[in-house]
């Protein structure tokens, strides 16, 4: 069965303290994405990257960065984690060129920043 | 920024009833894409429909695709307790960063 995980279910962190989020998918996939979801906002995408060491900002990429050193592996990193990154998080991927097939999502981050 | 917009926000039946969402978007699509999301966990592809498409099944599900409109919608017919989760519509459009885009979605509980 295809999968994409990611690390943690939940993770509760403190203000300041920088925060990684890690992916990994066993499907061979190119893009690999980061939302985050908020009630009543859906899904907004902070970065994407379509390669290797290739990373392109979304929608709401400050105070976030990302790292894919590796095909299989997609991390992002919380600089100096704020209160208003509390969100769930979700990892995603899928091959180059096609939302055509559609999106693999793993079961999310719930994040919370005391 | 947003380009599907679901509705109802919510919507309650009862077990054995059928589930209509729809989904209206702005500018063209390649295809346009549901997605269940059950509570706290991830979301799961459901289904596909190009934009040259007009009506797709599977199973239970039958999604139609109205481009002169820029709507879709999703129906789940002889709804089950276990279809109760949020639905998203996505749009496809190639071309930039090649994204899919997502709605806020549809919270669908069903009844037994």
């Known amino acids: 069965d295809v999968k994409v995980t990611q690390s943690s279910r939940y993770l509760v962190k403190r203000t300041g303290e920088k925060v990684f989020l890690e992916c990994v998918q066993d499907?061979?996939?190119?893009?690999m994405f980061w939302y985050r979801q908020d009630p009543g906002l859906g899904l907004r995408l902070i970065y994407f990257?379509?390669?290797?060491?290739?990373?392109e900002k979304g929608d709401i990429p400050e105070g976030y960065s990302v790292s894919r050193e590796k095909k299989e592996r997609f991390s992002l990193i919380l600089e100096s984690a704020s209160t208003n990154q509390t969100s769930m998080y979700l990892c995603?991927?899928?091959?180059?060129?096609?939302?055509?097939?559609?999106?693999?999502f793993g079961s999310g981050t719930r994040l919370t920043v005391v | 920024s947003q380009q599907g917009e679901e509705d109802p926000q919510a919507l309650s039946i009862q077990e054995g009833e059928n589930a209509t969402m729809n989904c209206s978007y702005k500018t063209s699509i390649n295809n346009l894409q549901w997605y269940r999301q059950n509570s706290g966990r991830g979301l799961v592809h459901l289904i596909l429909i190009r934009s040259n498409e007009r009506e797709k099944h599977s199973g239970r599900l039958r999604v139609t695709l109205d481009t002169s409109k820029k709507s879709s919608s999703l129906l789940i017919t002889a709804s089950r307790a276990a279809d109760t989760a949020s639905y998203f519509c996505a749009t496809y459009r190639s071309g930039g960063y090649q994204k899919v885009t997502f709605g806020i979605g549809t919270k669908l509980q069903v009844i037994p």
């Open positions: 499907m061979d996939h190119e893009n």
């Open positions: 990257s379509y390669d290797v060491k290739m990373k």
């Open positions: 995603a991927s899928s091959f180059l060129g096609t939302g055509g097939y559609g999106y693999t």
